[in-house]
């Protein structure tokens, strides 16, 4: 119903009362339909920060969950790597221990054995002054595997090789590894 002064205001402006009755109408209904869709949104909006919410919890403790997992992973990464360094150390041990009972056991006899063996040479060629290559070559096997397997020093091997100098043996060991490095085997370089 249109208040009185209303009635009149239509009249001045030349509108139907039955027309501004249903425009009232219809801005009451505007209105009210606003109102739901706001409260409508509120009440999604409330729903949605409930859902941001549970989510937002459903995160930390996810992320709780993973940051115990991860301390747990780190603590096994520390327990390896104090396991592994451990192992190391008995491999080192063992490797050095290895190496100093192979020293023991191979001898300056074995190497010539084997070098007379290898390079179909005599003993009394290699320990001679002849300079034929396979005596040569076998000459500087045995500094060689002499110097890297047993604890003899340069001066002793070169006495044994028949009153050798010292620099005589030096180099036979490194022309050793140059010819074994061209026949594409590496060795290893000696102390």
Known sequence: MLV????DWAKYRG???VF???ARAKRAEVAKAERQARAEAAKQAKVDMEKARMSEIERDRALAAMEVRVAGLENAVASLKQESAIHRALIQSDREQFIAARRRRTTFSVIMRRATLTFDVRKSEIIGSGRNARVVLARQFVMYWSRRLTDMSYPHIGRLL???DHTSVIHGVSAWVAKRAGQGRGLRPLR
Request: hydrophobic share 15%; aromatic share 0%.
């Open 4 to 7: 009185e002064n209303e009635k």
């Open 15 to 17: 509108l139907s009362p």
């Open 20 to 22: 501004a009755e249903q």
């Open 162 to 164: 028949g009153n050798r």
